[in-house]
């Protein structure tokens, strides 16, 4: 029950985004917008770091999008593809010994349980679209926000 109430209230979100970016395109910003591009970084995290999220939440905000309008209009073939995207971008690995590898390295264990995550989720949305399945969608769809709005928790606020 919680899970409904959870996805009902993102699905609310969403709409109330979307008729706020119509209106938004009718008129100028008079800021910018807001986004990863403008949000502090988190201490001790190297431009490389940084340079590699931004590429990757712009792909991944859009997809984002996609999937959520596509759930929302019960569009499966759309939900599949969009979760396939997700679930299927490179994930930033954990960093190797003597801080060898990605430029995940300054990023927090728990940023990695949250990708790992959210990869399951988006990769169970994708089958509960190819099966049609609407109440797995809604809670596979509610699942992943959740651990995207738990990774941007971290970059925000820090590891806890």
Not at 51 to 58: D, G, S, T, V, Y
Not at 124 to 129: I, M, N, T
Not at 133 to 139: E, G, K, N, T
Request: proline fraction near 6%.
């Amino acid at each position: 029950m919680r899970v409904r109430y959870l996805v009902l209230a993102v699905l609310a979100a969403f709409a109330v985004g979307l008729s706020l970016r119509a209106s938004a395109k009718e008129r100028p910003r008079a800021t910018p917008p807001v986004g990863i591009d403008v949000l502090r970084a988190p201490e001790g995290l190297s431009e490389a770091a940084r340079q590699a999220l931004r590429r990757r939440m712009q792909r991944h905000g859009q997809d984002m999008i996609e999937l959520m309008t596509a759930v929302t209009l019960l569009d499966h073939q759309a939900a599949k593809a969009a979760a396939d995207r997700i679930g299927a971008a490179p994930a930033l690995t954990r960093p190797k010994a003597g801080g060898v590898g990605d430029p995940g390295i300054a990023l927090p264990e728990r940023f990695f349980l949250l990708q790992d995550e959210a990869r399951t989720h988006a990769h169970a949305l994708g089958e509960a679209a190819r099966r049609r399945d609407d109440a797995a969608l809604a809670s596979h769809l509610g699942a992943l926000t959740s651990a995207c709005v738990s990774c941007h928790a971290i970059w925000l606020e820090g590891p806890k």
